[in-house]
């Protein structure tokens, strides 16, 4: 892949692995997404394993961070198991009470969530270029960024988030860009996305987020917007502009791609365009040179600038 010299930044992130427990961080695609994943060595402490991970992104002049998000631990509780007693002896003499509907169905929607975030550390279900975490305050709202890499957005920088309803798998997450992106499927008021173009209707012993995430990655492409209705459409202007005016539609595309490459939408997390959509949990901040040098350094990469004819 050709290395764009000028703009390389890095993310180094900090991977646990516990025997018993699923970091929530070895869900996020882990095989690279402007650029390549390299590994530092393992080295390991008795059952534990420490893992560094480091993305490589060619595009953007900055360093994504990643907030720490809720762990999915999928092993049994025994944190308030009495030492002296057995757990299949204490299961026999206690007396279980029903949960009521709501917590029933709150506890069954958060299990769901973070069954299909887990899902996402499998091959192809986080696609290439995206990146995944749930917000610490929420497990049932996820904040996203989008490296595009092709077509009329192609290095376009876009953060979204997905909030799941109450009554998941049952509807469909609410997907919200919070980078202000010109699409067809995009409004411009809210940044809601529509999802109906592929899930008519949504099926849930069907459709899962992976399935969500990936329509999300096709819309981009040239073959999803020849495809798309006009009464599917949220922002009608950009729809009758990809049809009427290719070329006009394609420059105010570029301008999204650019403007979403800019310090303020960037660092900024006072933007215009973050107006009442609340703090997004994956947060850039700029390198100084010696900074990235440093960094470059500790990584062992090449200086690639020094070696370019």
Known sequence: MEQD?????????????????DSAYTAININ????TTSYVPRRSFGSHTTRQEVLVFTNPPAIVGLVSSPTIDLSPSTKNRPSHQPA??????????????????????????????????????????????????????????????????????????LTFPPDYPERPPVVQFLTDVFHPLISQQDGSFNLAPRFRPWRP??????????????????????EIK????????AYRLYHDTTSSFAALATQSSMLSQSASALFDKDHPSMAGKGAHSMHFRELKPDQLSALRAKIGLQEWDDQVP
Not at 32 to 35: I, L
Not at 97 to 120: I, N, Q
Request: charged content about 20%.
């Open 88 to 161: 299949r002896l204490r299961s026999s003499t206690s007396t279980s009470t029903p949960l009521p509907a709501d917590l029933k169905s709150a506890a069954l929607t958060r299990t769901a969530v973070s069954l299909e975030y887990a899902s996402l550390r499998h091959t192809g279900h986080c696609p290439l270029g995206m990146y995944v975490t749930p917000t610490v305050e929420n497990l049932l709202v996820w904040d996203a960024v989008f490296f595009v890499h092709q077509g009329y957005y192609t290095d376009s920088i876009l953060k979204f988030r």
């Open 5 to 21: 010299h000028n703009h390389e930044t890095f993310a180094s992130v900090p991977l646990q692995v516990n025997p018993h427990r």
């Open 230 to 237: 006009e009464a599917d459409c949220l922002n009608k202007e």
């Open 32 to 35: 690279g997404s402007a650029a």
């Open 205 to 226: 012993k069907e459709h899962h987020v992976f399935d969500v995430l990936h329509w999300i990655k096709a819309a981009f492409k040239k073959h999803a917007l020849d």
